[in-house]
């Protein structure tokens, strides 16, 4: 006699799958399509998400520093620091260390700081830094990278070929500024680069 469990049907809890591949069975082109659909619509999501700032966003002035080490010029794009990419020596409120240290502990901690006019009326310098949004007033959201840094997402810029002499000479002498566009939620983009005449 044969065993009858070998035909038995399969339980209860698996005929979802058997009723989903049945759906799908002869709707392969339009399953097809709408996976390419929801691809494209999420990497128009991403495209959209980074050009806000540039469309939409107050545009200021902020000098750029000195990186260390020394190699601001890389290829075809520059490496840029500011006054607020390094961690404040008053720390961050809001975080339980006053220490560049605190990186391993606090590492991707998203941290805001508040943009204030500089004396000469064109940029705009570091205020204080939290990890709260300001209540009123430009801002930027950052998140804690590593020993004593900070990145706003605007720390590298690709510049025409053979011009990065230029803007690495112009930040040692400090006659960079940056140009960017920056959100009402502190989401910034770059620019431009613009050297300040001697």
């Known amino acids: 006699m044969a065993d009858s469990s070998s035909t038995a049907a399969p339980p209860a809890r698996f005929a979802w799958i058997d009723r989903f591949a ?11 399509l709408i996976a390419v659909g929801i691809q494209l619509l999420v990497l128009v999501g991403m495209i959209v998400q980074r050009l806000m700032p540039l469309v939409t966003g107050d545009v200021l002035l ?7 080490p020394r190699d601001l010029f890389r290829g075809d794009y520059v490496i840029l620091s500011y006054e607020f990419s390094r961690y404040p020596p008053g720390g961050i409120d809001g975080l339980s260390s006053r220490s560049g240290h605190a990186y391993r502990e606090h590492a991707d901690r998203t ?4 943009l204030v006019p500089d004396p000469d009326g064109k940029h705009y310098r570091a205020g204080r830094m939290s990890t709260t ?3 009123a007033g430009k801002f930027l959201r950052g998140r804690i990278a590593g020993y004593d840094r900070i990145d706003f997402g605007i720390e590298s810029y690709y510049v025409q070929e ?37």
């Open 111 to 114: 941290v805001y700081v508040q």
């Open 162 to 198: 053979g011009t990065g002499r230029a803007y690495e000479d112009a930040v040692l002498k400090g006659r960079l500024s940056a140009e960017i566009a920056v959100t009402n939620s502190g989401q910034a983009a770059l620019r431009a680069l613009h050297i300040d005449p001697e």
């Open 133 to 135: 949004p300001p209540a």
């Open 22 to 32: 049945q759906t799908v069975k002869g709707h392969e082109r339009a399953v097809l």
């Open 62 to 68: 902020v000098r750029v520093e000195p990186v260390d």
